[in-house]
């Protein structure tokens, strides 16, 4: 009866064991790289991973030299080989100059060893099929910071590197589902108004069409977290009090080809639970799809100009 107990105990205490082992949390570290010439190249290293079970996300920040790089990052952790791998990220090729970046899409595999003077992951990133004479594989050893709030900072992490870096389209069958739609005509809201004067003004991009008028859809570009906006068009508010979300916020504007061109500017009214104030614009003319994101705060407002081509009158 004992010898029962005794192996019941021990599956439990394994059972506990496998179920406890995670790679949820921040993790630093250094990663390194032998040279053709046999020189060491070094990167320093922070991964913030979220283990919910199923799969593996996280953020990448790295540094090589003078650059700083923040990547997301989805894997999969293998509890029984206790094994992390993620799979397509961007590393600096260790021979790029600061005139040329080159990119090595890599791929690792990585060996969790827990003990109780500390957790580390260990292990390499190997280049894909068509990188493997030019980009050399990368040592990697990181080590789990227990005095950081775990679930804190990795879920902060993944929502400001959403709302800062993420380029984000609208899936295919979301483009069609019912927008916000509204007419553009002078509203009033004197405090955007009086705001917008004193905010710096940011182009980000400016477009010539050839059409006679466009679409715009507003979306949200990174976390939906509570963005809230107004709209400029050649400097007199069209649009307020709107929120971004994954639902667009619709309305066409005609284009004059006798004036230079129609500048939409977007004003923050607040910056959402996550700054800055981020937004995928996009412009429908005829056939033709154009994306632009914006970026807003408190100082400074994103700007997008449309142009309509003019077209060359015949002499006969």
């Not at 009866?1 to 105990?9: E, H, S």
């Not at 292990?123 to 004479?133: A, L, N, S, V």
Request: charge should be neutral; aromatic fraction near 8%; glycine fraction near 6%.
């Amino acid at each position: 009866m004992k010898i029962v107990y005794r192996i019941l105990i021990s599956l439990l205490l394994l059972a506990y064991t496998g179920k406890a082992q995670s790679v949820s949390g921040y993790w630093y570290g250094s990663a390194f790289v032998t040279g053709s010439q046999g020189t060491q190249h070094n990167y320093l290293v922070e991964l913030i991973l979220n283990d919910n079970g199923k799969s593996v996300q996280g953020v990448l920040n790295y540094y090589f030299r003078n650059l700083y790089r923040s990547v997301q990052v989805n894997g999969l952790f293998d509890q029984k080989e206790q094994q992390l791998v993620i799979e397509k990220i961007p590393l600096v090729y260790y021979g790029s100059v600061s005139q040329m970046e080159v990119d090595c899409e890599m791929n690792g595999a990585f060996k969790l060893v827990t003990a109780r003077a500390g957790s580390t992951l260990s292990g390499m990133w190997k280049p894909d099929e068509q990188y493997k004479y030019t980009c050399p594989p990368i040592q990697l050893r990181i080590s789990l910071d227990r005095e950081q709030t775990m679930n804190d900072s990795a879920i902060n992490a993944i929502r400001n590197w959403k709302e800062e870096f993420q380029v984000w389209t609208p899936p295919q069958d979301e483009t069609g589902q019912t927008a916000v739609t509204v007419t553009p005509r002078p509203v009033k809201n004197f405090v955007a108004v009086q705001q917008q004067e004193t905010r710096d003004k940011e182009l980000a991009e400016e477009i010539e069409l050839d059409a006679d008028s466009v679409r715009i859809s507003l979306y949200d570009n990174g976390e939906v977290d509570g963005d809230s906006i107004s709209v400029f068009l050649n400097k007199k508010l069209i649009v307020t009090h709107q929120r971004l979300s994954t639902r667009p916020i619709r309305f066409t504007l005609p284009l004059d080809s006798l004036v230079d061109y129609v500048e939409l500017i977007m004003f923050a009214e607040n910056l959402g639970s996550i700054p800055p104030n981020t937004a995928l614009m996009i412009v429908e003319a005829g056939e033709k799809t154009y994306q632009v994101r914006l970026s807003s705060t408190l100082e400074k407002s994103g700007s997008v100009r449309l142009k309509r081509k003019r077209k060359g009158i015949k002499v006969r």
